[in-house]
């Protein structure tokens, strides 16, 4: 198969496209339809891991978390068994003070979450997400405050009854007013506002933030938080290994819990790296059921492909006839037939990556979703419509290159 002979094959795909615009568009419509979706599902896979493993890293690579239970570990349950947390006691606020004065631990940040209708005057704003967290979250979560400050370590000892505001829900509430130093209800307790929080959007909140962070231990006492999730974020100190003070920890916790020798751990501490590898599996199953969804309009373009095909060397059945008694080969004819199947998805499949991308580039401008379309992904769109221009082309270029030169003269 020479240059030539790709070429010509080529130049009569395109003129048969122009020649027949309706049938063209219809053939190509399932390849751009699931190459589109090729590209935008992978944009949206990148950008949903990224988004996801920043969130993570926020949480800084050498800290970990202790929890009730490990939900980094994927269980199947039909409901015959007991949930994973059974028979765990809960994390307490008694024990992040253990593990704060641990040689090994630099400090241990508590986070509880709640929810509580919020006040001022007139004004109210219903079911709104209290977070119950120390006083050390601003260095864990991507954002700055635009007013005021945080809640200082002491006034988190003390249960101070202080708050602060994330920017929207603060701009919701007092329209125009300084929020700063102004008494709130939540859930009827009254609150002093401290300060005014703007978070970097992200992929969970969209671009409207509303949410509210008071002291864990106030959170419990008067905002009735559910305790039995309460998770603590380890930061070791300086000088210590992340698996020194994982060790120190894990002594602790099975120490004030009376556990014996034998008894296995009631508790959990989860490293970032099982995070990620969760984010990886979850985004990974989202990207295969994606192909397989795109892969049905695919299939429905390789139809197409074989319909289009097939009129084509019933169209040309005579030309075939005189290519033959010229002395073109079957292998010619052929590969004549399966460039021409080629052209008409490749031409598909690059409309489709043009759709898929600027698709991509539109979410990414109109949503927190860091969307962006990964090189993998366009040499596997051209290469899939490639294949599926082979693949679905080779019958119709077969029939045609099996045709009897003298009957393919006679047709009429």
Known sequence: MNFEAVREGVGIALDAL??????????????????????????????????????????GPNNFIVDRYDGTVIQVNDGSQPPPWQGKPP??????????????????????????????????????????????????????????RNFTPTEEDRASSVVVLTEDLAESLFEGINPIGQDVRLSGELFRVVGVYRPRPNIFSGNAEVWAVVPPTVAVKRLNANDEWLSLLVVPKAGYTQEQAMDEVTVALRTARGLRP???????????????????????????????????????????VVAIMMISVTERTREIGVRKALGAT???????????????????????????????????????????????????ALAVSAVTGIGFGLYPANKAARLDPVDALRYE
């Open 18 to 59: 122009r020649s027949n615009k309706v049938r063209a568009f219809l053939t190509i419509l399932g390849i751009v339809i699931g190459v589109a979706t090729v590209m935008a599902m992978a944009a949206v896979v990148t950008g949903l891991r990224s988004g996801i493993m920043s969130e993570i890293e926020a949480l």
């Open 91 to 148: 994390i307490t606020l008694e024990e992040q003070r253990l593990i704060a004065a641990l040689p090994s631990v630099q400090t241990v940040a508590a986070a509880v979450s709640a929810s509580a209708d919020l006040r001022w005057r007139t004004e109210n704003v219903p079911g709104v997400n209290i977070r119950g967290q120390s006083s050390e979250w601003p260095d864990y979560t991507q954002g700055e405050f635009i007013a005021g």
């Open 262 to 304: 034998a008894d296995e751990n009631n508790f959990a501490l989860i490293r970032q790296e099982a995070i990620s590898n969760m984010v990886g599996r979850f985004t990974g199953i989202f990207a295969l059921v994606m192909l397989v969804l795109s892969s049905i309009g695919l299939m429905v373009g390789g139809v197409g």
């Open 330 to 380: 079957r292998t010619e004819i052929l590969w004549q037939f399966l460039v021409e199947a080629m052209t008409v998805t490749v031409i598909g499949g690059l409309i489709g990556m043009m759709i898929g991308g600027g698709g991509a580039l539109l979410l990414s401008a109109l949503t927190p979703l860091p969307a962006s379309v990964p090189l993998w992904s366009i040499a596997a």
